[in-house]
């Protein structure tokens, strides 16, 4: 999965106990539910200090542990950093935002004239260094985002500040001017914070590759209850405790190691063995024999993650509006959800906004006439001077056949098995599809997904509940729109959202731009997955977060006790 800010709700996964229920009822208050074991959310027993978590990610980081770089958005990059640099606000389980242990209390906001942010900073925040955590620190932040030599993912927000017209009256506030309003701010700014005498005169695009130090001293730099120990490439990443949190406690557990383990059988087979205490693993038919395990608890909370597949406009063929709807028309995806998720949640369904989740109360459905409609491939195809010789052979468009490349995620066992329905329905209207099945690191690095490297690509975007994040990757030239996708329409009323306050006419303009984004198909919406955090009875205060912030959002609150599994 890759990391995006922007915005959704979900539905709940499994057929036991209430989550049926919760998926029915379209709930989105985003809290999860616990099924097998003793359940799960915030335990009554007394903490206990020490001991190692192993979680098992199906993930591991790529190109660089740097997440804030261009290549480097994985879901798990954040996942294993977020408690070792964290941000200025965070998105909760249920939804909402709130500030960190970074600042003082809520943000001061002026909403006009001009539109203004101050932030005044916890007192007692410093790095596990000691240095405080200053304003200056904040300054440095902004134009870290800012230089163009940095390769960053995004600058939404900070390319609208009046950077000249900063104030620090003091070394624990900074005000920001904007100018323009910019709606999505608790999202997209300070995500995370940068330490100034760090990485001050570093080159930004090398720092922290393989380890998360500062680059002056070799030791580990954070702000969160954990710090970085070691990373072994291939294998595992371990955080430990950071004795100099600043928190209302420090972390209670010694270390969380990562191990990493890219295919989803394997990691089933290692929490029911014991090899591992905690996996976070995308949905899989075979997670649901996990709900009669006794010593392990599961939960599965509405989300923001959603499945699509893409159309790279570089490819001269797939540049032409004709032969993306006929993939789209080909595509039944109503059959995939029929075959894939009977067993897994039978009320699934099909997902038909690019910005909005199905169960948000601003989704408007504008893919729904897309899909299952092989006739109207064919017909779309031939009427735009494409042939073939008979109705099994490949279509040729301007002397070309054709036959693209498919990439996605190896060892995600749903995703090549949606691949070979995908194949079989596109063989049927004359279209080749060839997997391109790789590790997560090259599909969604400079050889993949961030260098543009792909005709097809199905993957998820996991994101928060602002849908400001959707701006940097439907506009024209937006830092993660990969596919050189560019409608000037789409782009004005993605952009006028992101300066719209008034959260109804925010909405109505994003569900503009997704009405032209339906007429254009730049990404055929397939389905919205859930989430499903599955770790053993010992591990207490485990509470699933849906949004980007993932299961690791209150690390420091985990602890391993004995009780959690009589």
């Known amino acids: 999965m890759v990391l995006r800010r922007r915005s959704a709700l979900l539905i709940a996964l499994l057929l036991t106990l209430s989550l049926i229920a919760a998926a029915c009822g379209g709930s989105d208050d985003g809290d999860g539910e616990g099924v097998g074991g003793e359940g799960a959310g915030e335990s009554e027993l007394e903490p206990v200090e020490g001991g190692s978590l192993t979680f098992g990610a199906e993930q591991e980081p790529a190109d660089s542990l740097n997440g804030d770089l261009a290549c480097c958005t994985l879901f798990w990059q954040l996942v294993i950093v977020n408690r070792i640099l964290i941000n200025a606000y965070d998105?909760?389980?249920d939804f909402d935002y709130e500030p960190t242990e970074l600042l003082a209390g809520e943000a001061e906001v002026q909403e006009a004239d001009p539109f203004q942010l101050t932030y005044n900073i916890n007192p007692a925040a410093e790095w596990n260094d000691g240095t405080p955590i200053t304003s200056e620190d904040f300054m440095f932040t902004i134009e870290t985002f800012l230089n163009e030599k940095n390769d960053m993912s995004t600058r939404a927000g900070y390319e609208v500040m009046d950077v000249e017209n900063i104030e620090m009256p003091d070394d624990k506030t900074i005000v920001i001017p904007f100018t323009e309003p910019y709606a999505g701010w608790k999202d997209a700014l300070f995500h995370p914070l940068f330490p100034a005498h760090a990485l001050e005169g570093e080159d930004f695009n090398k720092v922290w590759t393989n380890e998360i130090v500062n680059p002056k001293t070799g030791e580990p730099i954070a702000s969160g209850p954990f710090q970085f120990e070691s990373y072994n490439e291939g294998s595992n990443l371990t955080i430990v405790r950071n004795e100099n949190w600043y928190g209302d406690h420090l972390a209670y557990l010694d270390e969380i190691v990562f191990q990493f383990i890219p295919d989803t059988s394997a990691e089933i087979q290692a929490v029911r063995g014991g090899e591992v205490d905690a996996i976070y693993p995308q949905p899989q038919l075979e997670l649901v024999d996990l709900t009669t395990e006794e010593d392990i608890t599961i939960e599965s909370s509405a989300g923001t993650t959603?499945?699509?597949?893409?159309?790279q406009y570089g490819n001269p063929l797939l540049a032409e509006d004709y032969v993306r709807k006929a993939i789209a028309q080909g595509i039944d995806r109503q059959a995939i959800i029929d075959q894939l998720f009977v067993d897994i949640n039978p009320d699934l369904e099909l997902l038909n906004n690019l910005i909005f989740m199905s169960n948000s109360p601003e989704y408007e459905a504008h893919f729904q006439d897309y899909g299952g409609k092989p006739e109207e491939a064919i017909a779309l195809l031939e009427d735009n001077g494409c042939t073939r010789d008979g109705e099994d052979a490949i279509f040729e468009c301007n002397g070309e056949p054709l036959s693209f490349g498919f990439l996605s995620t190896a060892g995600n066992a749903l995703r090549e098995l949606t691949f070979e329905i995908v194949e079989e329905q596109l063989r049927e209207v004359g279209i080749e599809v060839k997997p391109e099945f790789k590790d997560a690191a090259v599909t969604f690095g400079n050889q993949g997904l961030s260098g543009s490297k792909y005709d097809l690509i199905m993957f998820a975007w996991v994101g928060n509940p602002d849908p400001s994040g959707s701006v940097e990757i439907h506009k024209c030239e937006g830092?993660?729109?990969?596919?050189?996708y560019c409608n000037e329409e789409v782009t004005d009323l993605l952009e006028e959202s992101d300066v719209t306050i008034d959260p109804a006419a925010r909405a109505d303009l994003?569900?503009?731009?997704?009405?032209?984004?339906a007429e254009d198909m730049p990404i055929l919406p397939m389905y919205q997955k859930p989430t499903f955090f599955a770790f053993t009875n010992r591990l207490q205060n485990a509470i699933d977060n849906a949004t980007e912030n993932g299961p690791t959002?209150?690390?420091?609150?985990?602890?391993l006790s004995d009780e959690g599994s009589e």
Not at 479 to 484: H, K, L, V, W
Not at 554 to 559: K, T, V
Request: charged share 15%; hydrophobic share 50%; proline share 3%.
């Open 91 to 93: 998105a909760t389980p």
């Open 306 to 311: 959603w499945e699509h597949i893409d159309f």
């Open 479 to 484: 830092t993660q729109n990969f596919q050189a």
């Open 510 to 517: 994003m569900n503009q731009a997704d009405a032209l984004m």
């Open 553 to 559: 959002w209150n690390a420091e609150d985990w602890f």
